[in-house]
Every structure is written in C-alpha cells, then in structure tokens.
C-alpha cells in the first residue's frame, strides 16, 4: 500500500470518526471519549517507549499533572478551561526536564523501576497539598458537552498522531531511534543522548497532559490515587505494543481494538471480563509479538505461517 494510499484512507477514517456525534448515541460518544484519549496516551507512550526504546512507567505522572494543572487553574484561580490546559502541560513539561535529567541517564529495567516509583512520589504530595485539595481532591464546574469533549479528544489524537509521524521522518526522529537500538553507538556518532531523550520524554508528557486535561473537566472530578493510577501507564503500553510501538498508527489501532474488546466483555461476560481480556493480551504477544501492523504487512508474504514462525522463534 503506497502512503497517498495509507494518507487518502486515514484521512477517510478520521473524517468518518468526526461525523460520529451526528448520529451515535450518548453511550457511544462517551466509550468514544475514553478511547481516543487513551490513543493519545498510547501516542505519548509510543514516542519514549515505542522510537526511544525507554519503556517508562511515568507517563501516568504526566496525565496527573496534566488533570491537576486543569484543575487547580479552573476551581482555584477560575481561570478558563484553555488556560488551566496550558497550565496543566506547562507543568508536565516542566517536570519532565527536571525528573528526565537524572532518571534519563539510567538504563533498562533500573530505568522503568524509577520511573515506577514517580506515580507513587507524587500522589503522596499531592495528598498533602492545600491547593489541589489534598486527599479528597477537587470538583471542577459541570459541563454537559460530550460532544465537545469528544472533538477536543479526536483533535488532541489527530495532533498526536502527525506528530509520530513527523517523528517517523525527521532527524530528531532517527536520532531517537539510534537510541532506541544502540546508544552507546549513536552517541559515537555525535548525537547528544541526554538530550534527545530528555525531548522525547518531555514531547510525551505534552500529549499525556492534554488527555488528563480533557479527562478531568469531562469528568469533574480527580483524586490523586485516580489521577496518578500506575494501572492507566500499563494500559499505555500494552494498547501500543498490542498495535504496534515504534509505528505511526499502531498504537491507534491497539487503543480502538482493545478498548472494544475490553467494552464487549464487560457488558457481556461482566464476571470474567477481566480474565479474557487478559488472555486476548496473552495471545496476542506470542502469535504477533511486533503488533498488529506488522501482522498486517507480514500476513500478506507469508500468510497463517506468520503465526507459527513468531512460536518457534520465541521458543514459546
């Protein structure tokens, strides 16, 4: 499939997922909502884990600050709701570059161990914190525009994913993908480590803070155990190497496909939901360990032999 190909169809699927509000009924534009946010995460995530090669339990930290931000700005200084956004990714950028400095220079499972314990650190100073209402958190105004906020989700996706693929084919992009497969052999090469990384890292909080952002006014409410749930960064991973890390629409498809599932399940097998789901995850990472988009080009060379090729080269 030629890119004006790739270009023309995606362009068609976003237009047609705009045109959604019009006739979908409340309950899907809300699953819809929630969907494309956690996409924008799962773009987020792509970008440090998927190009970098830094799998981050941190970015849960990022959607905090982001709904935090928001929400400090609106409730405490009634500021307007585009205001406490910027506030929210100011805030995340921030400690991106503060956090990204130190933790960056650690490596593999030390690094994701660090990043692991920023969730936990930082709900237990926003537990203590007067402004953002310490444990019982904090009630933003009520506003009754799903279809708003599903626009604002869709436009933050959109925004995310020509990002990825300006990535994909830039310089800053390559650099990030040396990284991500030798880094002592890119930083031979003359290429700042320290700082590519801390870019990447930062660029990821912007599109993690947006969400939160969106999140918290949709729902009017946060809490810091909810605002920094380390559960959410596992969904982050697992939709983008479910669809596909170091892809431009991977972990868009992963997001769309697990989210469906994981719906279908729980209104139909609601007691063993969780069970299923999990063993759809299974599945998936021993038959197309590489996700859904190289399943899909490699499906079309080798056919069902695909499936068992991935068995015996894992030795699973």
Known sequence: MSLRTKFLL???????????????SPTIIQFGI??????????????IGGYTGYASFGNSVFFGLGSYGTAIAMV??????????????LL????????????????????AIATLALSQVMTAIVSNLEIAGRNTGLVLPLLNGDVLFYELSLAVLVLATLTIFWISRSRFGFGLIAIRENEDAAASMGINTTRYKVMAFALAGVFSALAGGIHAYWITF?????????SL?????????????????????????????SETLSTEVSS???????????????FMPRGLTELIRRFRETGWRYFSENVKQHRL
């Open 10 to 24: 995606t362009m068609a699927v976003t237009l047609l997922l705009g045109t959604l509000p019009w006739f979908a």
């Open 34 to 47: 929630a969907t494309l946010l956690l996409a924008t995460l799962a773009q987020g995530w792509n970008i």
């Open 76 to 89: 405490q200084w009634q500021l307007p709701f585009g205001a406490g956004l910027a506030f929210g990714v």
């Open 92 to 111: 995340s950028v921030l400690f991106a570059f503060v956090v990204g400095l130190p933790v960056l220079r650690l490596r593999g499972h030390y690094f």
């Open 222 to 230: 946060i809490d810091p155990v909810s605002a920094f749930d380390i």
């Open 233 to 261: 960064n596992v969904k982050m991973i697992i939709m983008t190497v479910f669809g596909g890390s170091g892809s431009v629409l991977g972990p868009v498809f992963g997001a769309l496909v697990l989210s469906g599932i």
């Open 272 to 286: 063993v939901a969780s069970l299923f789901f999990g063993v759809v995850i299974v599945a998936a990472v021993v």
